[in-house]
């Protein structure tokens, strides 16, 4: 099975800084990579789905790029509501394998 | 607006069974691959199992195959998870998510369903 795996695991920024979210996988998965934002005691929500495109509703400041095996997540402005873990998940083909998350908070 | 709702939750003893049931409305159901996803306290998502609109196909992760059985009644727009020799390690949170057509990510999700696993 292909694993993920997520980079780093917890960081801390600033209001208004740029964060950068790495996800990986173990064999290539084109770009059937999604992203999700988890918030404390929440259910989680989609954000990114086919490597890059936004789903309804989110802010432009989240992006994602990526194809193959390495993928990013992008928050280009950092605020406070932006406080969560953000998940990975790869959707080619079951299993539905999700990375171990990124807890993002505010330094 | 689509809704998931799940129920059954609840706590059992290890080795025992428990039904998980997830209601859908909102939507085309029969149409519509719905997933279970589970969160165990403080940990991260795990892929659990899903099930075609049509109920053709169903798939397992690898840590409940062979105890866990999905199935849907289309005529009642529910999924059910038939969860059996339960261990300590299936306590989580175990959310129903849908998936849009011919996708495998969510883009809606129930509020969860708490299993407690405990002798």
């Known amino acids: 099975d292909i694993q993920m795996t997520q980079s780093p695991s917890s960081l801390s920024a600033s209001i208004g800084d740029r964060v950068t979210i790495t996800c990986r996988a173990s064999?290539?998965?084109?770009?059937?990579l999604a992203w999700y934002q988890q918030k404390p005691g929440k259910v989680p929500k989609l954000l990114i789905y086919a490597a890059s495109t936004l789903q309804s509703g989110v802010p432009s400041r989240f992006g994602g790029s990526g194809s193959g095996t390495d993928f990013t997540l992008t928050i280009s402005s950092l605020q406070p509501e932006d406080v969560a873990t953000y998940y990975c998940?790869?959707?080619?083909?079951?299993?539905?394998?999700f990375g171990p998350g990124t807890k993002v908070d505010i330094k | 607006q689509v809704q998931l709702v799940e129920s059954g939750g609840g706590v059992v003893q290890p080795g025992r069974s428990l039904r998980l049931s997830c209601a859908a409305s909102g939507f085309s159901f029969s149409s519509i691959a719905i997933h279970w996803v589970r969160q165990a306290p403080g940990k991260g998502l795990e892929w659990v199992a899903d099930?075609?609109?049509?109920?053709?196909?169903?798939y397992y992760g690898e840590s409940v195959e062979g105890r866990f059985t999905i199935s849907r009644d289309n005529s009642k727009n529910t999924v059910y998870l038939q969860m059996n020799s339960l261990r300590v390690d299936d306590a989580a949170v175990y959310y129903c998510a849908r998936a849009p057509l011919g996708r495998g990510y969510f883009d809606y999700w129930g509020q969860g369903t708490l299993v407690t696993v405990s002798s």
């Open positions: 064999q290539d998965i084109s770009t059937y």
């Open positions: 099930i075609w609109g049509d109920g053709s196909k169903k």
């Open positions: 998940q790869k959707y080619n083909s079951a299993p539905f394998t």
